[in-house]
């Protein structure tokens, strides 16, 4: 369509060097043709043209003292993408991989993802290209504050509300909280994903990957199929993939595999989740350093991995989960995943799966639950912690968890519905970024040119 042409055309000019910014709305722009078409007031009030410009991009220097006394620096960001549906919201990321294109994809998906929640949450995203690995504590603690000292004047409880993401988690939240309350004498929801003692959530922590976990289950009930003696393979070691192991392990489930930044962990007849996660709680980040403890494993490092993919793809499983970082699976790798029999993709990760490889599983009817969705039980549970604050309540553990399995299977119910409306109800894809577009996109109309 010609109008939906032309704003991918101006995106990539007015845009140039963020590829994955540009994937991601090119992923969404061609996925919403048909209800674009039908409403010439979508493009009378250029309502695109707005949904790919962010509302206000905080780019800024960080500096902090390391402990040999020394100054770095890094660049931090802040991009408020949209607050069509409520306050910004959506995570910090610390990354070395972090810059401009990155973190506006992740708000633009950000966007959409809110809006398939049915909550009231604009979108947005931030981080700094600040490597955590290797740091201290008082490191994290020195650039949390240093990051927090330029962040506060554009955030609050009403206004945006940052969380987690790679690299930011309890500990993290805990000093970027401290260091608000200092600077602006407040106490108050202004960020999420906090340490349960200073108002976080219950369950916060584990929702990520218990929602997708609750998302597939959906998934696979619509095929009257279940989780159990399900062979999954799971990349990344973080808070989502341990998470969802878990629950899969709840489940019945199969665990084959997980992988960190040195290589892929794998265990042909599953591996034990339970010890996988006492390890990482108790020792740390290092996956290759559990061979000792765990029975029949196999660890492959990252330089023998495929030149064009990654090896945890090359297995035979029935289920994919990337929960590792966007982009980790290739052409190759949904290739690979094809040929040895996997027929279900879900998506922990924000965006994992590239653009080729995305139309290799569509062309082979892979079913797949796009990350917009299947991963949005992070950010629901972030607006029950916003809930919670705002009341001064809080919620027991159970509530909680009710609450993030409606929450998903609403999701799962309204895409899929959406799918079968448009297309056929197993294009989750088309689905999630229709429905999502729409509750935008219609709350936009709403407001007038804003
Ligand atoms: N970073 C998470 C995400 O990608 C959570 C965001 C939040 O809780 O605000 O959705």
């Known amino acids: 369509m010609q109008y939906i042409e032309e704003v991918l055309q101006s995106v990539k000019e007015s845009n140039p060097n963020e590829p994955e910014f540009y994937q991601a709305v090119e992923e969404v722009l061609s996925s919403i043709n048909q209800v674009v078409e039908g409403n010439n007031e979508y493009q009378q009030q250029a309502i695109l043209e707005r949904l790919v410009e962010p509302e206000r991009q905080a780019i800024f220097r960080v500096p902090w003292l390391d402990d040999n006394g020394k100054v770095q620096v890094n660049r931090g960001f802040r991009i408020e993408f949209s607050s069509t549906l409520g ?18 994809f992740l708000g633009f998906e950000q966007v959409l993802k809110n809006a398939l929640t049915g909550l009231p949450l604009g979108g947005a995203k931030g981080g700094a290209d600040f490597n955590p690995k290797g740091k201290s504590d008082n490191e994290i603690m020195r650039f949390c504050q240093s990051y927090m000292t330029e962040l506060y004047r554009h955030i609050g409880a009403n206004t945006d509300v940052p969380a987690g993401d790679i690299g930011v988690g309890a500990r993290e939240i805990g000093y970027l909280f401290g260091q608000y309350k200092r600077i602006s004498n407040q106490f108050e929801g202004v960020l999420t994903g906090k340490p349960e003692i200073m108002g976080g959530s219950s369950l916060r922590t584990e929702a990520t990957g218990y929602g997708v976990a609750y998302f597939l289950s959906a998934m696979l009930d619509a095929k009257g199929d279940s989780l159990r003696g399900k062979r999954c393979l799971v990349s990344g070691a ?43 709680n108790e020792q740390g980040a290092e996956l290759r350093d559990y ?33 590792a970082t966007q982009n980790e699976i290739t052409e190759k790798d949904a290739e690979a995943l094809v040929e040895n029999g996997c027929s279900v993709v879900c998506e922990g990760a924000n965006m994992p799966t590239t653009a080729d490889a995305l139309k290799v599983f569509k062309d082979n009817d892979v079913f797949l639950g796009p990350s917009k969705a299947a991963n949005a039980g992070g950010v629901a549970t972030s607006q029950f912690e916003m809930a919670q604050n705002a009341s001064m309540q809080k919620w027991r553990a159970e509530q909680v968890d009710e609450k993030l399995q409606q929450v998903m299977k609403s999701i799962f119910d309204t895409i899929s519905a959406t799918a079968k409306q448009y297309s056929n109800e197993h294009d989750l894809v088309l689905g999630a970024n229709i429905a999502g577009f729409e509750r935008v996109a219609d709350a936009m109309l709403k407001q007038g040119v804003v």
């Open 87 to 104: 306050p910004y919201k959506g995570g910090l990321r610390f990354h070395p991989s972090v810059n401009q294109s990155v973190v506006k």
């Open 238 to 280: 973080g808070n989502v993939a341990l998470y969802l192991m878990e629950k899969l392990d709840q489940y019945d489930a199969v665990i084959l595999s997980c992988s960190d930044s040195k290589g892929t962990l794998y265990c042909k007849d599953g591996l034990d989740v339970a010890l996988v996660k006492h390890l990482k």
């Open 291 to 323: 061979l000792n403890e765990l029975k029949d494993s196999e660890f492959t490092p990252v330089n023998q991995y495929p030149s064009d993919g990654h090896h945890v793809w090359r297995y035979e499983a029935d289920i994919a989960l990337p929960c």
